[in-house]
């Protein structure tokens, strides 16, 4: 059950890291690349409420992207999915023996 639940977080975490990229560049702001991308565009579909409108959705991703990454690590470590376990530590050798015997 929980492989498929880690799954399923995982898809809903890259689709909502998209939308929050796609939200985040369609916001007005100092001439950057929301003109590029249709920012004036996105005023017009939305009327004249579009930029609160993109603040909500950047809120809304932003919550969900944040709970997909808490959920995400918990998963993890229940799993015992970390990196640092699947790193096989290398074998002690035994110490050679030492010739203690005194010299005559």
Do not use: N, W
Request: contains cysteine; charged residues 10%; aromatic residues 4%.
């Amino acid at each position: 059950m929980t492989p498929i639940l880690y799954g399923l977080i995982l898809v809903v975490h890259i689709l909502v890291s998209f939308v929050l990229i796609v939200v985040i560049l369609l916001q007005g702001g100092r001439g950057g690349l929301s003109e590029a991308l249709g920012g004036a565009a996105a005023q017009s579909l939305f009327g004249g409420g579009a930029k609160t409108v993109l603040t909500k959705a950047t809120a809304v991703c932003a919550g969900l992207f944040v709970v997909t990454c808490l959920s995400l690590a918990y998963l993890s470590t229940v799993q015992g999915r970390s990196v640092l376990e699947q790193i096989p530590l290398p074998q002690a050798e035994p110490p050679a023996p030492s010739d203690t015997s005194p010299s005559q």
